[in-house]
């Protein structure tokens, strides 16, 4: 168990729908990642939190935001969802520091219909 | 920019094997490197990392890499493969702009043969 939570497990939803994905860090990581696993993308990094700041942006699109609340949670919202978009979601955490490793929730599949 | 290439899409051998796994990277400065190994259905787990000291690292289930500056590989390695490492095997190196954040190769699925 690496400790991040991420509910939930698997989303279905409709072309145009929007969603929100949620993820509990480890206790004490203060920064989140989130990515998008697909079969034809690979592993592409979305966007990092840290303590509540963005810290970097990577492939998200505008349909796409995030947020980290003040007890470290995240929200990774998703919106306008098109057929593209299904794919698994994951979430990631780290401590304070360099050259952390980052530890992986099991993610959120999404389903568009 | 950097980056990190998986040259092998799939690995194959035979349970009792040495296997390899093959990684190599392009970074300016001096590269942080990670290994992490993803089950199906579950998220990425973190294996070994290299930052600095021996070339050689050892990490969890046995797994070890090599370091290789010349040549800058990073190769994931174990003496005597088990069927239960077949996974998808991700390398990834420390953005040197920002430490916090990965950047991943595209992947490599083991698969050991009994």
């Known amino acids: 168990d690496s400790g991040v939570t991420q509910t939930p497990k698997h989303l279905i939803t409709a072309t145009g729908q929007r969603v929100t994905l949620r993820c509990s860090p480890r206790?004490?990581?203060?920064?989140v990642y989130w990515y998008q696993q697909s079969l034809d993308q690979g592993l592409q990094f979305l966007i990092q939190y840290y303590n509540g700041e963005e810290r970097a942006k990577g492939n998200i699109l505008e349909r796409f935001s995030a947020q980290q609340f003040p007890d470290l949670h995240s929200e990774l919202n998703l919106s306008s969802l098109e057929l593209g978009d299904s794919a698994l979601y994951f979430c990631?955490?780290?401590?304070?520091?360099?050259?952390?490793?980052?530890?992986f929730g099991d993610g959120t599949r999404l389903s568009i219909l | 920019a950097q980056s990190v290439a998986q040259p092998e899409d799939q690995v194959n051998v035979a349970e009792g094997n040495p296997l390899t796994v093959k990684c190599t990277y392009s970074v300016s400065g001096n590269p942080y490197l990670f290994w992490y190994v993803q089950y199906p259905n579950r998220g990425l787990q973190f294996l070994l990392k290299y930052i600095t000291g021996d070339n050689l690292v050892k990490g969890s289930y046995g797994f070890e890499a090599e370091f290789n500056k010349s040549q800058t590989s990073f190769h994931l390695k174990k003496p005597s493969a088990l069927v239960s490492d077949s996974a998808l095997y991700f390398c990834?190196?420390?953005?040197?702009?920002?430490?916090?954040?990965?950047?991943f190769g595209t992947g490599t699925r083991l698969q050991v043969f009994p």
């Open positions: 990631a955490s780290s401590p304070r520091g360099d050259y952390q490793p980052q530890h």
């Open positions: 990834a190196v420390s953005d040197p702009y920002n430490t916090d954040k990965l950047i």
């Open positions: 206790s004490g990581d203060l920064s």
